[in-house]
């Protein structure tokens, strides 16, 4: 759990992120898309945060801006007090963002999406230990996170389609954490995955959080997912964070959004 009064670990202040859509005509421009509009969001250190909001809310866009995957159009992003350039614009390059991506870990949606076809699983999972110049012996770190994540010792050997969708997804685990980031960032991890896999999956996510001390941020469309895994919740809609505070707040929502998206969520008697 976070410290109280403690520095947060992860802070976005003013955030926009606005998009260039095709032009309808040749003589105009085309028409600007806010996907996120002015949020301001802190993370304390250990917290387990969850994002939810309806499809086209900027719930994904704002993570991809927290975890320095794209640049905002306005505002600022910090970990532990220094500031977040993405890589690819003017004042951000890979080497300068080497020290964020060795605290943090992503795990994508697709888990075969995110992973090469062409490499084997001992390469794909060491793929961070070699760009973050990680010491050590890589093949007992690469070791140790698949057995963490439940894989067998022969996985290393094998290629992502040898497997199925849940293991590909705890393979893209593995390659996120075996750095020992600080923060592990989701963006819809369990959503393409059948039910009971998503159980599993989720109690991987739950040991790992507590085994590893990591600070969560979860993208997630499933009020359930983040109930389970979340201690905080900011709900978003039409680009900005219209209800945030403690997990809770979803069994007696106050905004209409949020009502909204509890009473959608499938229940059984």
């Known amino acids: 759990m976070p410290e109280a009064n403690a520095q947060p670990l992860l802070q976005g202040t003013g955030l926009h992120r606005t998009y260039r859509l095709p032009r309808r005509g040749p003589f105009e421009p085309g028409p600007v898309r806010t996907a996120v509009d002015g949020v301001d969001l802190t993370v304390a250190a250990g917290a387990r945060l969850g994002i939810v909001g309806e499809s086209g809310s900027g719930k994904s866009t704002l993570v991809r801006l927290l975890a320095g995957l794209e640049a905002p159009s306005a505002g600022t992003v910090t970990a532990s007090g220094r500031r977040v350039v993405a890589a690819g614009t003017a004042t951000g390059s890979a080497a300068a963002m080497r020290w964020f991506r060795r605290e943090t870990g992503v795990v994508f949606q697709d888990p075969y999406a995110s992973l090469d076809p062409r490499m084997r699983v001992g390469a794909i999972v060491a793929e961070p230990l070699r ?16 057995a963490r994540v439940d894989l067998p010792p022969d996985a290393v050997d094998r290629y992502p389609h040898e497997f199925s969708g849940g293991q590909r997804q705890r393979i ?9 980031p600080r923060i592990l960032f989701g963006d819809e991890p369990m959503s393409a995955l059948d039910v ?10 739950r040991t790992l959080a507590d085994d590893l001390g990591l600070t969560l941020v979860l993208v997630s469309h499933d009020i359930g997912v983040v109930q389970r895994l979340c201690d905080t919740v900011a709900v978003m809609s039409a680009g900005r964070i219209v209800e945030h505070g403690p997990v809770s707040l979803l069994d007696a929502p106050t905004h209409p959004v949020t009502r909204a998206l509890v009473e959608a969520a499938p229940t059984l008697p």
């Open 172 to 180: 893209a685990i593995a390659r996120a954490v075996v750095h020992s």
């Open 131 to 146: 760009a973050l110049r990680i010491p050590g012996s890589h093949e007992s770190l690469v070791a140790d996170v698949l």
């Open 196 to 205: 009971v896999v998503r159980a599993r999956v989720i109690e991987l996510f």
